[in-house]
């Protein structure tokens, strides 16, 4: 084990060697798989910090627009609110990112897809009053789960006015926060 172990993870120390041709292409064979196990890894864990990198740095350009607005427009002092809230929603969008967590659902067929969507979000299905109705129409369910947006408004947020076009279906799940620990937080 510790004659493997080194030579997949190393070139090996020296302190065992082969005595005969089967014994040294074992050795080859070993070497190769791993230089092919440190070049997976390398890739990988470079790859992860790639695109996590570009996350951030997309979140950072849109948080420097804003900052831009805000000086430009004065947005922070005609509406204390609205700044923090814009910022709050970025960040929760960076923290959701719902279409990296489910790019496996879209290689799955429609009808297996449909129903691991509909174990995944089975708190949200209980939690809504609409869904509850109709839990034999699992295609339809899925389907609109897996449009839902969720966001965090806080409490004589205005979601619609009258009068406005609405474009959207809202589904409102009552939760409260305290609105300290959410300002305290790093938005």
Request: charge should be positive; glycine fraction near 2%.
């Amino acid at each position: 084990m510790y004659f493997n172990l080194a030579t997949i993870f190393s070139i090996g120390y020296g302190d065992i060697t082969t005595k005969n041709y089967y014994e040294r292409i074992y050795n080859i064979f070993l070497m190769v798989i791993g230089v092919m196990l440190y070049s997976f890894a390398l890739t990988s864990i470079s790859h992860f910090i790639q695109i996590h990198g570009e996350k951030k740095k997309k979140l950072q350009k849109k948080k420097k627009y804003l900052d831009n607005l805000n000086v430009k427009y004065n947005i922070d002092n005609v509406n204390s609110t609205l700044y923090y809230k814009i910022k709050r929603h970025l960040s929760h969008q960076y923290n959701y990112d719902k279409n990296n967590k489910n790019s496996l659902l879209f290689e799955l067929p429609l009808s297996l897809r449909n129903q691991m969507i509909f174990n995944m979000y089975r708190e949200v299905i209980n939690s809504f009053n609409f869904f509850r109705d109709c839990n034999h129409e699992i295609d339809f369910i899925t389907q609109a789960i897996f449009i839902l947006k969720p966001t965090v408004s806080m409490k004589n947020d205005s979601l619609i006015k009258q009068g406005d076009f609405i474009e959207k279906l809202f589904l409102l799940k009552k939760e409260f926060y305290n609105l300290n620990q959410l300002f305290a937080k790093k938005i």
